[in-house]
C-alpha cells in the first residue's frame, strides 16, 4: 500500500452544496477502491498562476490517502471526465505505508481536532475580562478562532501601476 496526494483545482463558481458534492464524489471513489481516506482540505479560492480554460481563479482542494495504484487510476479517470475540474496533480508521499499505523495517525488527528473544537466551545463560553484597576489597551479574540480565508484581491495583469 502507498501514500498519495492528489490536488484538485475545481470552477470557481460552483456553489457550497456542489463543492462538498464533488469532494464527497472522490472521496466515495478512494473507498470504493478499497482505499484509505487519510485528510481532506478545502484551500479556499485561489488566483491562478496562468489562465485554465480562460479562469483566473479556481478552488483548491488536497485528498491525502493509500491505496494501490487501482484507486490512484480510477480517482484520475473521474477526474478527467468531470467538467468542473479545472487541473489535477497526483503525488506519491510514501512508498509503503502499513494500514494499521495509518490508521492510527487518523485517529490522532481525529482526537487533536476534538480538542481544537472543544478548547473553542470552552473560549466562547468562557467571557474574558480585564481586572476594573487596568484599562484594556489591546482586543483580545477567542483563542482557536477561525478566520476565514483571505480571497487575493485583483491586481492588474500586466504588473504596471
Same mark, same amino acid.
Given at each position: 500500500m502507498?501514500? +498519495?496526494?492528489?490536488?484538485?483545482? $475545481?470552477? #470557481?463558481?460552483?456553489? !457550497?452544496?456542489?463543492?462538498?458534492?464533488?469532494?464527497?464524489?472522490?472521496? %466515495? #471513489?478512494?473507498?470504493?477502491?478499497?482505499?484509505?481516506? %487519510?485528510?481532506?482540505?478545502?484551500?479556499?479560492?485561489?488566483?491562478?498562476?496562468?489562465?485554465?480554460?480562460?479562469? #483566473?481563479?479556481?478552488? +483548491?482542494?488536497?485528498i491525502d490517502y493509500a491505496g494501490q495504484s487501482v484507486v490512484v487510476n480510477e480517482l484520475e479517470r473521474n477526474l478527467k471526465i468531470d467538467d468542473k475540474i479545472l487541473k489535477f496533480m497526483t503525488v506519491l508521499k510514501d512508498g509503503a505505508v502499513d494500514a494499521d499505523a495509518l490508521r492510527s495517525e487518523i485517529e490522532e488527528a481525529a482526537k487533536k481536532t476534538e480538542k481544537k473544537e472543544e478548547t473553542k466551545a470552552t473560549?466562547?463560553?468562557? *467571557?474574558?475580562? %480585564?481586572?476594573?484597576?487596568? $484599562?484594556? !489597551?489591546?482586543? #483580545?479574540? $477567542?483563542?482557536?478562532?477561525?478566520? *476565514?480565508?483571505p480571497e487575493e484581491k485583483q491586481t492588474d495583469l500586466k504588473g504596471g501601476n
Open positions: 502507498r501514500r +498519495y496526494e492528489t490536488i484538485l483545482i $475545481a470552477h #470557481v463558481d460552483l456553489s !457550497e452544496d456542489e463543492l462538498t458534492t464533488l469532494i464527497d464524489r472522490y472521496c %466515495a #471513489v478512494v473507498t470504493g477502491q478499497k482505499g484509505i481516506l %487519510a485528510k481532506v482540505e478545502r484551500w479556499g479560492k485561489r488566483r491562478l498562476a496562468y489562465l485554465i480554460n480562460k479562469q #483566473v481563479r479556481g478552488f +483548491y482542494i488536497l473560549a466562547a463560553v468562557t *467571557p474574558l475580562t %480585564a481586572a476594573p484597576d487596568q $484599562a484594556p !489597551e489591546l482586543t #483580545v479574540t $477567542a483563542v482557536g478562532t477561525e478566520q *476565514p480565508v
